[in-house]
């Protein structure tokens, strides 16, 4: 099974490598250590503490949806036109760049350094594997 790094589990769940091990020290999330002492993360516990991680949301967006793919950030760059606008946001590890009309903006108060969550829903998604880090 793939093991995690503390620092590669923080990047993962878009938080610092010390949140992990506060984590890990309060029993939250289940750590090692490898043949070389290095404290790691077996890869199903980190899927599945990042599961809970996304349920135990504050509960500010939206109550229900269908879109299951949710990125809470923040707004990074908001560019408007006369009818459309850019909107970027800054979710962990992840950017995030949606085109809506400027009204929407205006509307949703969308400005930098403004919290919000982009929810993604899509007819066609993309995996790729990630190489072996070593």
């Known amino acids: 099974m793939r093991e995690y790094s503390m620092g590669r589990a923080a990047r993962l769940l878009g938080v610092s490598a010390d949140t992990v091990r506060r ?8 750590t090692r250590r ?49 009818v459309a606008a850019q909107v970027e946001i ?3 590890p992840h950017r995030l760049v949606s085109l809506m009309t400027r009204e929407a903006v205006e509307e949703l108060g969308l400005e930098v350094g403004v919290e919000a969550t982009a929810r ?5 998604v993309h995996v790729d594997r990630a190489a072996e880090r070593r």
């Open 23 to 30: 984590w890990a020290d309060a029993g939250r999330l289940a």
């Open 34 to 82: 490898d043949d070389g002492g290095r404290r790691v993360v077996d890869g199903r516990d980190l899927a599945a503490f990042a599961v809970e991680l996304a349920r135990d949301d504050d509960g500010d967006g939206p109550a229900y949806t269908s879109a299951r793919n949710a990125f809470p950030g923040i707004v990074t760059a908001v560019t408007l036109g006369d």
């Open 90 to 92: 800054q979710a962990g």
């Open 120 to 124: 993604v829903k899509a007819t066609s």
